[in-house]
T-cell receptor
Framework: EAGVVQSPRYKIIEKKQPVAFWCNPI?????LYWYLQNLGQGPELLIR????????DSQLPKDRFSAERLKGVDSTLKIQPAELGDSAVYLC???????????FGQGTRLTVV | KQEVTQIPAALSVPEGENLVLNCSFT??????LQWFRQDPGKGLTSLLL?????REQTSGRLNASLDKSSGRSTLYIAASQPGDSATYLC????????????FGTGTSLTVIP
């Protein structure tokens, strides 16, 4: 069974440019998460979806970050415009139902220069 | 807000040793706790999930225990191998939060051949 797939794996952009990350969760998983991980830190939640509904986006910086999960499957996370401080690893995860084991993708490492 | 602490931050042991990684959390009203492994530049790999009603879970050389009342979990690794070298993260879900993980900052393990 395929795991959580993220793309791209790496992205280098100049500040003020837009960037988008894509996530394909495990088939049948209703819950999808986007996490941000800074170097040497644990991941922090950005947004959580239950099917196509964003049920927890309280930590998403909405002035520059946006996300969508069309048809409750794939999800895209966008930053516009990117800032130097956005350099981090962006992780996507999914779980079949609330509270079940979560599975993470490989992450997208973003470098803003 | 749930605070998750992992001690030690880094650990170096010779191959073959048994070792214990510690995770503590401030709010004992947890739903479950999950241990993850993260290799450099990679995403998170789920190791063990312990429900709040359970005391321990075992998988191969790994054993995770949970003491809700004291706000602690330990990950025991038996007969360590160089391939166990990675960062180990614990993550806690609280009751009633609907699924959000609170992560510790991890323990970086190096197993010396």
């Amino acid at each position: 069974e395929a795991g959580v797939v993220q793309s791209p794996r790496y992205k280098i952009i100049e500040k003020k440019q837009p960037v988008a990350f894509w996530c394909n969760p495990i088939s049948g998983h209703n819950t999808l998460y986007w996490y941000l991980q800074n170097l040497g830190q644990g991941p922090e939640l950005l947004i959580r979806y239950e099917n196509e509904e964003a049920v927890d986006d309280s930590q998403l910086p909405k002035d520059r970050f946006s996300a969508e999960r069309l048809k409750g499957v794939d999800s895209t996370l966008k930053i516009q415009p990117a800032e130097l401080g956005d350099s981090a690893v962006y992780l996507c995860a999914s779980s079949p139902v609330t509270g079940a084991k979560a599975f993470f993708g490989q992450g997208t490492r973003l470098t803003v220069v | 807000k749930q605070e998750v602490t992992q001690i030690p931050a880094a650990l170096s042991v010779p191959e073959g040793e048994n070792l214990v990684l510690n995770c503590s959390f401030t709010d004992s009203a947890i739903y479950n706790l999950q241990w993850f492994r993260q290799d450099p530049g990679k995403g998170l790999t789920s190791l063990l999930l312990i429900q709040s009603s359970q005391r321990e879970q075992t998988s191969g050389r790994l054993n995770a225990s949970l003491d809700k009342s004291s706000g602690r979990s330990t990950l025991y690794i038996a007969a360590s191998q160089p391939g166990d070298s990675a960062t180990y993260l614990c993550a806690v879900r609280l009751e009633g939060t609907g699924n959000q993980f609170y992560f510790g900052t991890g323990t970086s393990l190096t197993v010396i051949p």
